[in-house]
């Protein structure tokens, strides 16, 4: 069976879980590896998912915020010592649109040895990716989607699972309303959600282009969605989050609801 393994559920200043990235994995047990959090957690999360690093040959990065990007480093790092005993098979290829790759390459010649850098363009491959290209990647067909981030450029995806539903994959901003025909009766929606409704003054959502767990329910609703699954979420209230973001969403939205924890696994 596919599976969502969730390494991270956190905005970028959380401290009491993972920044929001994940796996998707297919029947074959390979994963493609969305986003590496902003950290070496990165590599404690995959271990903890007993997520075996051989089994990932594909990385899709979002955007250039470090809470989505910084733990590519620690990949960086981690895979040399695979590469170097002969123990991984074939190159890791890490998908990306232009101005993302241009930042991420600068940073890491920058900051990290040649021991390292040495296998970039080599046996890691930089793909560059642009809007509505559709990519194979593993048994799907990925379909990049610039999601109209107001504030840096952002791309998430859209793709067809082997068990025949829909998936799409928003990054961390609110849905826009230009992605509507892209997205509309998907049977699983990823979305962010910054907080609930009632902490909005608190958090301020909405001036940081996040949603509220109402708001991200009131889009699910609209665009007749099966699964949503919120995340990029909060932190101050974890023990409890999961209970209260779902009684949340249940007001607005009457499809499955999935508030899931740090390494919690969704059957697709």
Same mark, same amino acid.
């Given at each position: ?46 271990? #903890?998912?007993?997520?075996? %690093? ?19 480093? /620690? ?50 491959? %930089? ?39 829909? %998936? ?18 998907? #049977? /699983? ?7 609930? #409704? ?71």
């Amino acid at each position: 069976m596919e599976k969502l393994n969730i390494l991270g559920t956190g905005n970028a200043m959380t401290l009491d879980c993972y920044n929001t990235c994940f796996t998707l994995e297919n029947n074959d047990g390979e994963h493609i590896l969305v986003d590496t959090g902003g950290g070496l957690q990165i590599i404690k999360q995959l271990r #903890d998912a007993k997520i075996d %690093f051989r089994r990932i040959h594909n990385i899709i990065l979002s955007h250039k915020h470090t809470d989505h990007i910084l733990g590519m480093f /620690w990949i960086i790092r981690y895979a040399q010592k695979f590469f170097d005993s002969d123990n991984y098979d074939g190159n890791l290829i890490v998908y990306m649109h232009k101005e993302l790759e241009s930042t991420i390459r600068k940073i890491m010649f920058e900051v990290l040895p040649q021991k390292f850098t040495k296998f970039i363009d080599n046996r890691i491959i %930089f793909k560059i990716v642009e809007d509505k290209e559709e990519v194979k990647i593993l048994n799907y067909n990925i379909k990049f989607l610039d999601v109209h981030a107001k504030k840096d450029r952002q791309f998430g995806f859209k793709t067809t699972l082997e068990n025949g539903k829909k %998936f799409v994959f928003l990054g961390d901003e609110t849905f826009d309303e230009q992605l509507r025909d892209e997205v509309i009766n998907t #049977d /699983w929606l990823l979305h962010e959600a910054m907080c609930m #409704d009632s902490e909005a003054d608190i958090f301020k959502p909405y001036e940081k282009m996040h949603s509220t767990v109402k708001t991200a329910s009131e889009i699910a609703t609209s665009l007749n969605i099966k699964n949503l699954v919120l995340y990029h979420a909060s932190d101050n209230n974890l023990k409890d989050r999961k209970k209260l973001y779902t009684e949340e969403a249940r007001k607005y939205f009457n499809g499955n609801i999935f508030v899931p924890d740090d390494l919690d696994v969704i059957d697709l």
